[in-house]
T-cell receptor, first 110, second 117 residues
Framework: GEDVEQSLFLSVREGDSSVINCTYT??????LYWYKQEPGAGLQLLTY?????DMKQDQRLTVLLNKKDKHLSLRIADTQTGDSAIYFC??????????FGTGTKLQVIP | AAGVIQSPRHLIKEKRETATLKCYPI?????VYWYQQGPGQDPQFLIS???????DKGSIPDRFSAQQFSDYHSELNMSSLELGDSALYFC????????????????FGAGTRLSVL
């Protein structure tokens, strides 16, 4: 079965880089995603990466995928207080459901 | 750009009542997914529909049912509500089309927060 794991908590200082890590077990994962959820709010799709890519950069966000180790990371450069939220790693094997990780709560200290 | 619309945003019900949640996908999206997120939990998949047919089923209780209509909107019907059904319910939509290896980028609505008292 699918399993997606993340560390529960990360604290960084404003202006530093944040790196949120995720491991998954489903080798048939086709797309891997990062979603952001602010308190009481919905899920915002931040970025995604196709399984045949190893890196994707989008402004302050960099996604790295190590398919051999089934490891995904999200780097946020110049982290701001507005980046404080829960970040969910997620995967899907095609047209199927999205399986979410446990979420990492990012706290940005001013 | 149009997003996924869910209604209502908040719903308060009592035990054993019924509730209906609605989801309007992004225009031209053909697939709808329902997820349930309990307090402090990650979202869990309930059920999905592709071209108005059920395409996958997750941990959806028998008390719940859902369907996708001809205009692609979807409704999640919940009966005999229990306290444990209190959660945030998300709908997501994507465009699958006829692709064998679909680009399944799921966009989520803001969610319906259901409180069962």
């Amino acid at each position: 079965g699918e399993d997606v794991e993340q560390s529960l908590f990360l604290s960084v200082r404003e202006g530093d880089s944040s790196v949120i890590n995720c491991t998954y077990t489903d080798s048939s994962s086709t797309y891997l995603y990062w979603y952001k959820q602010e308190p009481g709010a919905g899920l915002q799709l931040l970025t995604y990466i196709f399984s045949n890519m190893d890196m994707k950069q989008d402004q302050r966000l960099t996604v790295l995928l190590n398919k051999k180790d089934k490891h995904l990371s999200l780097r946020i450069a110049d982290t701001q207080t507005g980046d404080s939220a829960i970040y969910f790693c997620a995967e899907t094997g095609g047209y199927q459901k999205v399986t979410f990780g446990t979420g990492t709560k990012l706290q940005v200290i001013p | 750009a149009a997003g996924v619309i869910q209604s209502p945003r908040h719903l308060i019900k009592e035990k054993r009542e019924t509730a209906t949640l609605k989801c309007y996908p992004i225009p031209r999206h053909d697939t709808v997914y329902w997820y349930q997120q309990g307090p402090g939990q990650d979202p869990q998949f309930l059920i999905s529909f592709y071209e108005k047919m059920q395409s996958d089923k997750g941990s959806i209780p028998d008390r719940f049912s859902a369907q996708q209509f001809s205009d692609y909107h979807s409704e999640l019907n919940m009966s005999s509500l229990e306290l444990g059904d209190s959660a945030l319910y998300f709908c997501a939509s994507s465009f699958i089309g006829q692709a064998i290896l679909a680009k399944n980028i799921q966009y989520f609505g803001a969610g319906t927060r259901l409180s069962v008292l």
